[in-house]
């Protein structure tokens, strides 16, 4: 067989299962993420309108022939039923904007009197305030960065400068601070519980480590509904701990435990804790023992050798685990939903919220594009960093 | 190591690995007890909440559910993993780490972004609220394991085995049957016993891309648990238990068997 020949059939076995993934995964996926930076509503309901727009110059009202033209299809998008949408999008930029849009259709469509432009002014003021053309404007541009933007708690006034959303509108900012925060702690502790059971795994006689390693496995291996229901029936107000509680006089009436942020924590190390702990125990098993008898025949302490000669070998592992644990952590939908109360809700949560509530595809999308670039940044920073340390160990 | 920070070790370790099994410890006597409430330790026992999930449609329907649609995706994802492992093993290709990438990014991106996209992207197709919806997306997050396990059991292997074959007169198709599928069978059947295992414990994309034809035992599980905690579901997590348990066995096993393999391989 020539080198040719083997590369051909190598990549017509790869084809099948790359085509696959490419059409049934990072397209539909790709196609999402195009929505947190495009619009659909505004530009089918107003497509002349906004080709009339391209050079309004931002600070004064627009000409006769954008007047014009909004007139035509504020009329035209009401009777094919395209109007909702816009008015909806257009809501999402600017509250009470519906009801502008609405009500100049409304007006509009018994019949216009005199021109255009006089006859919108007549329906509703606002068409006499340069914000609202700004709005227009900015819910018809492709690629636009409203999305992006609002899910920064950022927007764009008129004259194109970006400004933060008043305080009581702001959301976003907190909730994406809470991701990472959730993260940081899971990912912690996971490490602080998970290293002395992966150092327990490597040390302890051989009769104690098969049940050592399937009380690792077996979690691992269970579905996180399942462990999440677990902690449900522990946590819950008539639940086990409550009732342990009760019967041994600790409390007087049962707490409430579940619905609150330590819930989601300890639901989330207990869920994550195996992906610390199975890279961990990969790299301390490589670690040979004999370098501990020799630093200690060196007249090095126990602490010493923990610190000089164990630790620094399995900061790979540390790295490994933390990476695995910290880009899962950030992506949880289920548990915290089912276990924590509206302020345990993470990026995930909002995301399933605007694509399903309130239909809102654009924020959907450009949270879920925080979210992504977040989990690749930090997969290629840490990544890199891995394999550095790791060719160090070697 | 000083004698009170080993004591001092071995407790942190022991009491974690009690905090790893515990729940599921509290959940498996609870299924079986004969009270309605959640007392523990159950005042009597008896099998009314397996009985009461036999006999519950929604949760046959959704039990079944999950053994269709499981069953077909791991289906997909074992052929097409196993041919792009073989192909990948085969031949140095241009663009490897794009490749890899590519076939790894089910497993990188977060699983809520794919429920939301295939459902933004499925809804058009008549794939949305469908079981062939839900069976792609499974199929496209169980893939990888395949290729990584498949893989590995190809790793231990020389490409000269290929040759060997052709010259003792084998042609491609037997070269495959023969030589090819039966090195590679430890690891597509592990593959497979993961991408299974992804299908059973996915809820999210279920919850998203679903239909109420499509009710599965995870989002059954899900729609109860917004609800009361009712024992049903403690018998349910204990049935998913234990197919968790004995996926766990068959993937050890076939681990071992592998690895003994490869080891006479390079023997």
Redesign the interface.
């Known amino acids: 067989m020539g080198r040719e020949r083997v590369k051909l059939e190598a990549a017509l076995l790869l084809a099948p299962l790359l085509l696959f993934i490419a059409t049934s995964f990072v397209a539909p996926i790709a196609a999402m993420l195009w929505r947190g930076v495009s619009d659909m509503e505004v530009p089918r309901a107003f497509p002349r309108t906004l080709a009339a727009l391209a050079d309004w110059d931002g600070r004064n009202l627009p000409g006769d022939q954008v007047f014009a033209a909004l007139a035509d299809e504020l009329v035209a998008a009401r009777a094919a039923g395209t109007l909702n949408a816009a008015a909806g999008r257009l809501n999402s930029d600017t509250p009470g904007l519906r009801t502008v849009v609405f009500t100049t259709a409304r007006r509009l469509a018994r019949g216009v009197e005199g021109s255009p432009r006089a006859a919108i002014l007549a329906a509703d003021p606002a068409w006499g305030e340069v914000e609202t053309w700004g709005a227009l404007r900015r819910a018809g541009a492709t690629p636009t960065d409203t999305h992006l933007l609002a899910a920064l708690d950022l927007r764009r006034s008129a004259d194109g400068t970006i400004t933060s959303v008043p305080e009581e509108q702001r959301v976003f900012r907190a909730v994406a601070l809470r991701t990472v925060w959730i993260g940081l702690l899971v990912t912690l502790l996971c490490l602080v519980l998970g290293y002395p059971l992966a150092a327990a795994l490597v040390f302890v006689p051989r009769r104690l480590f098969g049940l050592l390693l399937f009380a690792v496995l077996l979690p691992f291996w269970t579905s996180l509904i399942v462990r999440t229901a677990a902690w449900m029936v522990l946590l819950a107000r008539e639940g086990i701990i409550n009732q342990a509680f009760l019967a041994l006089g600790l409390v007087v009436e049962p707490v409430q435990m579940l619905f609150t942020r330590t819930a989601v924590l300890v639901a989330m190390v207990h869920i994550l804790l195996p992906f610390m702990v199975l890279p961990l125990y990969a790299v301390m098993r490589q670690i040979p023992r004999a370098q501990l008898r020799a630093a200690a025949s060196l007249g090095a302490g126990p602490v010493a050798q923990l610190v000089r000669v164990w630790l620094p070998q399995t900061l790979p592992g540390v790295g490994a685990g933390a990476l695995m644990v910290f880009i899962q952590a950030i992506g949880f939908y289920v548990t915290p939903a089912l276990i924590g109360g509206g302020a345990d809700q993470m990026l995930p949560y909002f995301i399933g919220f605007y694509a399903t509530q309130t239909v809102n595809w654009g924020l959907a999308a450009a949270l879920s594009i925080l979210l992504l670039v977040g989990t690749l940044l930090i997969l290629a920073l840490f990544g890199r960093f891995l394999s550095l340390a790791q060719f160090r160990a070697a | 190591?000083?004698a009170i920070?080993r004591l001092l070790?071995?407790v942190?370790?022991?009491a974690?690995?009690?905090?790893?099994?515990a729940?599921?410890l509290?959940?498996v006597p609870?299924s079986f007890s004969s009270s309605s409430?959640?007392?523990?330790p159950p005042p009597g026992l008896s099998l009314r909440w397996y009985e009461a999930l036999w006999q519950s449609p929604f949760w046959r329907q959704a039990g079944v559910n999950t053994l269709i649609i499981g069953a077909a995706a791991t289906a997909?994802a074992s052929a097409?993993?196993t041919?792009?492992a073989?192909?990948?093993w085969?031949?140095p290709?241009p663009g490897r780490p794009a490749?890899f990438g590519?076939?790894l990014?089910?497993m990188?991106?977060?699983?809520?972004?794919?429920?939301?996209?295939?459902?933004?992207?499925?809804s058009p197709l008549g794939l949305a609220a469908s079981h062939w919806g839900l069976i792609?997306?499974h199929?496209?997050l169980g893939?990888p394991f395949v290729?990584v396990t498949v893989l590995a059991t190809l790793s231990g292997f020389d490409r000269a085995l290929l040759?060997a074959a052709?010259a003792c007169g084998a042609g491609p198709i037997t070269t495959f049957r023969r030589v090819l599928l039966p090195l590679v069978l430890p690891g597509v059947v592990s593959g497979a016993v993961f991408a299974f295992?992804t299908s059973?414990?996915e809820?999210?994309v279920v919850l998203?891309l679903g239909g109420p034809e499509q009710r599965t035992l995870?989002r059954q599980?899900?729609a109860g648990?917004?609800d009361t905690?009712e024992l049903t579901?403690?018998a349910a997590?204990t049935v998913?238990?234990a197919a968790?348990?004995v996926?766990?066995v068959v993937a050890?096993l076939l681990a071992a068997r592998s690895a003994r393999l490869a080891s006479a391989a390079l023997r």
């Open positions: 190591m000083s920070g070790w071995m942190v370790a022991a974690t690995a009690l905090f790893l099994v729940p599921l509290v959940v609870l409430f959640l007392e523990f997909i097409l993993g041919l792009a073989i192909g990948l085969l031949a290709l490749i590519l076939i990014s089910p990188i991106v977060p699983v809520i972004i794919t429920a939301v996209a295939l459902t933004f992207a499925f792609l997306a199929a496209a893939a290729v040759r052709s295992a059973l414990d809820t999210v998203f995870p599980m899900f648990l917004k905690i579901i403690l997590a998913l238990i968790s348990t996926l766990l050890r």
